[in-house]
């Protein structure tokens, strides 16, 4: 048997998200070794999240306050990055989509085609004439969402995509048990056009 690398599992962590599906190395490593990657890099300020059930794994900044005590608290590393509306909105409707996929059972994997997507998206945009700015506008939240990790693309589908199970990580199930109360919300800012719809880590 191959000796576990501890390198490799940090490096990728360090890389983004490790998928048991797609990082097949890296993964078994990352389980074999889970205490020494935790030493590697709370270092760092960094904690490791592994959902084994799903099958994923990252890292992510250390909550506030763990460093309080400290006089030089860790900078972070990991920078949060201000959502717009739009892809904020994205994301949560992805969310439900994959809860609603869950509660249905069977297949493991959400595949969804861009027009779905776009559909999903279109409803709670203002209504325009200029319809082609309106895909375009679209296309570039889809983008954004891919860009982020949480959309990827089929590999033999042409413009279809495979939502990422991480999803479950960045919107909880609170959160979800409050995602009609948003959408009012949402509804109530489309005027507003793109405004700070949250953060990624």
Known sequence: MTEPDLSSAVIMLMKG?????THDRAWKN??????????????????????EAEGYAFLRQ??????????????????????????????????KKLAEFDAQGGDTRLMLTRDQIAEMLRVFLPATSNEARLIDKIGEHIGKVEHLGFLRPAKNAEQTYEVRRVLKAYIDGQWLADFDTKLAEYAGLLTGGAISGGDAQ
């Not at 998200?17 to 599906?21: A, E, F, Q």
């Not at 070794?33 to 960094?46: A, C, F, K, N, T």
Request: proline share 10%.
């Open 30 to 51: 990352l389980l074999r070794l889970q205490p020494h990657v935790r030493d590697s890099v709370e270092v760092l300020g960094l904690e490791v999240v592994i959902d």
């Open 62 to 95: 250390r909550p506030p306050g763990e460093d309080e005590g400290e006089a030089d608290p860790v900078p972070r590393l990991i920078p949060r990055r201000a959502l717009s509306f739009h892809v904020s909105l994205l994301l949560a409707l992805l969310r």
């Open 17 to 21: 998200v490790v998928y048991r599906d």
